[in-house]
């Protein structure tokens, strides 16, 4: 299911067992000889979400095999179409033509960026096993584009929503998606939606002043943002 195991010459270590007595769940893993987080722990939050499925579909219900399935990749794709698509929220779509184009530019920065954008929406339709098949995946995107590309802004904002919306231990770092949304805001043209994430991420960390001064900057570039001037009230 992860991706991982034996076979063609491969091995698979295992790290330890998840026991199901009724209704009482654990997981007991086996003794590591290192002491850094073992990947059974940093994906058990994940594997819990999944459980109720694997058990019989008690969770969030798995969308139909051809929901989202994507169109055929026109002959005119370009990183715009890409755009207009996740635009129209036809994110299997953006994510097949950023595919199809990267295919034959593998080292363009922003088409890896975009096509994190496009997994990442896709991971969030409730569906745990989206979020398992695609979650990962944005993030491999953004970190690719920034290798590419260390000022890439769409990369940047993208790890940055990764790493303040993820649990800790899987991706989630509050200082580190300050600093994404701060280099986010660094272009020519920066976006509201920056400064705004910024906001949300200064005011998990406690950071009143800088967090008002985000959402304010924010209204700044678009007078008419409702979230951000709820945030506001809400700091008041």
Sequence with gaps: ?????????GKASPQGVLVI??????????PEEEKKTSFIMQMLPVFLKMLPEMMGGMGPKAAPKDAGKPADVPKDASLDGVKKLFEEKKYADALAMAEALLAKDADNADLHAWKGHAMG??????????MMKYGLGAMQEYETALKLDPKNIDGHFGRGMVRLNAPPGFGGDLAGAVEDFEASTKGKNPFPEAYFQMGEAYKKQ?????????YQQALNLKPDYPEAKKALADLK
Excluded at 21 to 30: I, Q
Excluded at 121 to 130: E, K
């Design 206 to 214: 406690g950071a009143t002043a800088k967090a008002n001064a985000a």
């Design 1 to 9: 299911m992860m991706a991982y195991g034996g076979g063609m010459g």
């Design 21 to 30: 007595e009724g209704d009482d769940v654990r997981v007991e893993l086996f």
């Design 121 to 130: 929406s896709l991971a969030g339709s409730g569906n745990p096993a989206d």
